[in-house]
Structure formats: structure tokens, C-alpha cells
């Protein structure tokens, strides 16, 4: 029970030995009757018994007793998280086994804590700042500089990493992170800083991203630090016996140009990372207002394209691809245009990307599917036999699911597989998973055919060619762009034509714009064309119309 002591046990032991001295007296000295002599004789050797019980106790128990209540009073202590007072004296002294046991409990429980505290607040690989401890220092530091001081946060994210991990393991990328770390440790110690100032703060945010920040520093002083980072990580690291060479891209934000709080320097400087990648990699990029308008400008156009999305603002245009030598309409690219309400007909280059990179790709192709099953659909039911091809995104291609909702679409609303096309890129085709290729499968078995689009600006494996289920292969314009006054881009051209035939596939020349390119196309065995100079993307109806009328291109005739 609590309060309850060695001491308090001690008296209680003594009352209930005086007890029962008084009811043996009692027993005793009564002779068939109790009364007050009784009892008054029966209560000396009651209380002499007691008190002997109770010096006896005391005696052997004092010193016990003190140091075992000292120790519940420290381990009530521990118990609210005193770790670091010492154990009393007493204890150690009357009951040393206690003492010991307590020294050792105490410093296994601080040993735990200290760990559950690196675990917590620092990164177990590079033995860095982690994310959460960084931003803690890091925001702690920043609320004490004066308004105005100076101040660069830079984040490092390693350019080639990936491949590491996935050629030589996790334990050599770990490794490697770790050998980073190191690097960065040494170019935090050799810049010359204030006296009397912060040091570096260095953390690892995940991954391959780290971060840096140094108080009391101009942008000629963060400029000379990126170059060092630079410097320092594009030396090769030696892992296992094996030179491996990555380098990194930095971003770097100035307090307080670019904020003062570390949410808005993390930001700015985030984006002066992305903008160093995107420019060639291996550099370091200070955040400017150019790159804060593109960021505003990105955000303004990711919820215009959600609006975009809830309003249907999306639609279909159709260019024609025509048989060389008959001018028969064979096929119809749909062509993907955003009917934006200020600025009118925007096409796909102005707004793709950036729902490539926020995943609105997704919702506005699953828009895409369900208008070419429609279309398919209708055109089927008028009598329409020309194949309607669909550009498949690489975010799509990374998923086996989009082709299977396409499939079900198709199914769903009655349109005839053999008149649908997909087309995916040559760089996408070569990176195909074995999911998605089963996915194609099955709709080429329901008998939608597939193209390779751009054919002649990726890097093409031929064995992958061969087995890939190909119908039919564009070739880039690129290829035909010269054609009609370059000899050696049409050899080329006509090369690449041979080589589309050898595998079993119809050539089809895109982006031709001039009578003289179709004119060599058709004489170095191109199959279709499509281009401008046959006809531009129409909308649905100008589309029938014009697939209805008797005047076709000469050039195809």
C-alpha cells in the first residue's frame, strides 16, 4: 500500500505481539471470570512484550528500513523522468546489492533513452540532422537572428544515386550516403565563418536530399559554398574497390531575399534545385524572381487545370493519315486541346507537362479513354472504318490499369477494337513492364493494332522491336524535316523506312508539310503520311466532312 514503510510494518508487528502476550495473560490469569484486575495484570506483560518486540525490530531493521524508504522515495523520482540525481547514500551503505541494481537500472535506462533519442532526431545511416531535427535547429536558430541577418539554405540532391542502389545494392548506396555525409561535414568545417556564430546545420531530409544551412553569410559567400559542395561531391567515391562518380545539384536560397521563415527558404530553395536539374545537372542554381513567376505561374496552371477537369473544358481533334498512291483515309490521330476560356484553343505542350508532374494526367486521361470509345463507337455505327489513334502518356504507360479501363470502355459502349490505334513513344516502348505488355496484349487480341510513335529519336533495342506486337511505326519528323534538299537525311530516312518493313511493320511518315517531302516518301517506300500539308487537326464534324469529300492531296494520289 502507499506510505506504507519498513517502520510503520515494524510498530504493527509489535502491537499484534503485545496482543497476543495480553490474550495469553489473560487466558492465563482468569480463573472461569474476567475482571479489571484481570485484564490490568494481563496488560503488563502485554506491553513489556511489545516494547521488547519493538526494540528488537527496530534494532535489526533501522538501517534497512531507512535505505529501502529512500530507494522507493528516488525510484518515485525516476519514475517522473529524474534520471540524474544520485542514489542516496544511505542506500549503498545498508543495502549495496540495491544500490547496484538501482546504479544499473538508471544507467540502462539512460543508455535507452539516449538511443531512442539519436533514433528520433538524427539519421541512422549518415549519423546526420534528420528531417525533423533539422527543421526544429534550424527554425530555433532563425527566430534568434536579428531582422535583415544573413543567411543561405542549400539543398544537395545526389544526381545519380538511383543507379547506384539498383547496380550495386542498398548497402553500398547506405555506404555511399554515408561517405556524402563525410564530404559535406568537411566543407561545413573549412568555411571561414564569423567568430562567435553558429555553426553549419547539415541533415539528411530522405533519400538522396540533403540540406545545409549557414547564418551570417552573403550570396558571394553561398555562391563559394555551392561551388565547394560541387567540388567535393563530384569527386568518384571508392566503394569496395570500385571508383563510382555522382555529383549533385543544388539549390540555393538567401535569407532574407527569399524569406525569412525556413518554409519559405525550404520552398525557394527547393525550386532552385528542380531548376539546376533541369538545366544539365551537376550545378548549383540561386532561387530568383524568374523562378518564383514560373512557380506562381505552375501553381496558377495546376488549379486552372482542375477547373479544366470539373468544367469538361477538354476535347478531341482528328488529323487525317492518308495510303500514299491511293490518298484513302486509313487512319485519324486524336489530338488532345484544352478549350481554355481567356485563352482559347491551347494544345497539349502547354499544359501536358505540368499535368504529367502533378498526376492530373491520370483523371484527364481517363476523360481521353472514355471520348475515343465513344467516338470509335459512333463512328462504327456510321459506317466510319478509319482507325482513331490515341498517344499513350508515360505516366499511363507505367500503369497496366489504364489499359484495362480503355478496354472496358471499349466494351461498355460497343466500339470495335480493330478500329482503335495506340500509340506509344519509342523511349516508352523500350521500357515497357510485363504487366503492361499483357495489358496491350489483350486489346491487340480484340484487335486494336499498336504503333510506335517518334520512331528515330530514342535509343531502340532490336531484339525489343522484334518482340514487341507492333502493327505499325512512325517516323519522327525529324526525319523528314530535310528530306526534300538533304541526300544524306533521305538516305537515312529511307534506311529507317527498309528497316520498319523488315519488321514486319507499315512506315508512317508524320509532320510532313510540303508536296516535295511527300513526293520523296513516296518514292523511298513510306506507306502513310500525315502532316500539315494534308490536313490540319479538325474538330469532329469538319473531320466527317472533309473524310467525305472527293478532292484528296495530290501528293497521294
Given amino acids: 500500500m502507499e506510505g506504507v514503510t519498513l517502520k510503520s510494518r515494524a510498530i504493527v508487528f509489535a502491537m499484534c505481539s503485545g496482543a497476543?502476550?495480553?490474550i495469553l495473560a489473560l487466558a492465563a490469569t482468569s480463573s472461569g471470570g474476567v475482571d479489571i484486575s484481570?485484564?490490568?495484570?494481563?496488560?503488563?506483560?502485554?506491553?513489556v512484550c511489545a516494547a521488547m518486540c519493538w526494540a528488537s525490530t527496530e534494532r535489526s531493521i533501522a538501517g534497512t528500513a531507512s535505505a529501502i524508504d529512500a530507494a522507493i522515495a528516488r525510484l518515485a523520482q525516476a519514475a517522473q523522468g529524474d534520471l540524474s540525481d544520485q542514489i542516496p547514500p544511505e542506500i549503498a551503505a545498508n543495502v549495496p546489492q540495491l544500490a547496484t541494481a538501482m546504479h544499473a537500472l538508471f544507467a540502462q535506462l539512460n543508455a535507452n533513452?539516449?538511443?531512442?533519442?539519436?533514433?528520433?532526431?538524427f539519421d541512422p545511416v549518415t549519423g546526420l540532422a534528420n528531417r525533423t531535427n533539422f527543421r526544429r535547429t534550424c527554425e530555433r536558430l532563425l527566430s534568434t537572428m536579428p531582422a535583415g541577418a544573413g543567411g543561405a539554405l542549400f539543398f544537395i540532391d545526389l544526381d545519380r544515386f538511383k543507379a547506384v542502389n539498383d547496380t550495386m545494392g542498398h548497402a553500398c548506396g547506405d555506404m555511399l550516403l554515408g561517405m556524402v555525409a563525410n564530404r559535406l561535414r568537411a566543407v561545413a568545417d573549412s568555411v571561414a565563418l564569423p567568430e562567435g556564430g553558429p555553426s553549419p546545420l547539415i541533415g539528411r531530409l530522405a533519400g538522396d536530399e540533403f540540406t545545409m544551412f549557414f547564418a551570417q553569410v552573403d550570396s558571394a559567400h553561398a555562391a563559394r559554398v555551392g561551388r565547394a559542395v560541387l567540388f567535393a561531391l563530384a569527386e568518384p567515391f571508392d566503394l569496395t574497390g570500385t571508383d563510382v562518380a555522382i555529383g549533385a545539384s543544388i539549390g540555393i536560397a538567401l535569407r532574407p531575399d527569399h524569406g525569412d521563415t525556413l518554409t519559405d527558404l525550404m520552398r525557394a530553395a527547393d525550386a532552385a534545385m528542380y531548376h539546376a536539374k533541369s538545366s544539365g545537372r551537376g550545378r548549383a542554381e540561386h532561387f530568383s524572381a524568374e523562378l518564383a513567376a514560373q512557380i506562381t505561374e505552375r501553381a496558377g496552371l495546376e488549379s486552372a487545370l482542375r477547373d479544366a477537369i470539373d468544367r469538361d473544358e477538354f476535347a478531341l481533334v482528328f488529323q487525317p493519315q492518308l495510303r500514299i498512291g491511293s490518298g484513302q483515309i486509313?487512319?485519324?490521330?486524336?489530338?488532345?486541346?484544352?478549350?481554355?476560356?481567356?485563352?482559347g484553343l491551347r494544345l497539349p505542350g502547354t499544359f501536358l507537362p505540368r499535368a504529367e508532374e502533378t498526376g492530373l494526367i491520370v483523371e484527364i486521361g481517363d476523360w481521353v479513354v472514355h471520348s475515343v470509345a465513344e467516338t470509335i463507337a459512333r463512328w462504327s455505327r456510321l459506317g466510319i472504318e478509319h482507325r482513331l489513334a490515341v498517344n499513350v502518356s508515360p505516366r499511363q504507360l507505367d500503369h497496366a490499369s489504364f489499359f484495362r479501363r480503355l478496354r472496358a470502355a471499349m466494351h461498355r459502349v460497343g466500339a470495335p477494337a480493330r478500329l482503335l490505334e495506340l500509340e506509344i513513344t519509342e523511349t516508352l516502348a523500350m521500357h515497357c513492364s510485363d504487366e503492361v505488355l499483357e495489358a496491350i496484349a489483350l486489346l491487340r487480341a480484340d484487335g486494336a493494332t499498336i504503333a510506335i510513335d517518334d520512331f528515330g529519336t530514342g535509343y531502340s533495342s532490336l531484339p525489343r522491336l522484334r518482340a514487341l506486337p507492333l502493327d505499325r511505326i512512325k517516323l519522327d519528323r525529324s526525319l523528314i524535316e530535310h528530306i526534300a534538299?538533304?541526300?544524306?537525311?533521305?538516305?537515312?530516312?529511307?534506311?529507317?523506312?527498309?528497316?520498319?518493313?523488315g519488321l514486319g511493320c507499315q512506315a508512317v511518315g508524320e509532320g510532313v508539310e510540303t508536296q516535295a517531302q511527300a513526293d520523296i516518301l513516296r518514292i523511298i517506300g513510306c506507306d502513310v503520311i500525315q502532316g500539315y500539308a494534308?490536313?490540319?487537326p479538325m474538330d469532329e464534324a469538319a473531320f466527317l466532312s472533309w473524310s467525305q469529300g472527293e478532292v484528296r492531296w495530290a501528293a497521294v494520289g
Fill in 20 to 22: 497476543v502476550a495480553f
Fill in 38 to 47: 484481570n485484564i490490568s495484570r494481563a496488560l503488563i506483560p502485554a506491553i
Fill in 113 to 121: 533513452l539516449d538511443s531512442v533519442q539519436r533514433l528520433a532526431m
Fill in 330 to 343: 486509313v487512319a485519324a490521330e486524336a489530338l488532345l486541346r484544352w478549350r481554355h476560356p481567356q485563352d
Fill in 485 to 501: 534538299e538533304d541526300a544524306g537525311a533521305r538516305i537515312i530516312a529511307q534506311a529507317v523506312i527498309g528497316l520498319i518493313h
Fill in 534 to 536: 494534308i490536313a490540319q
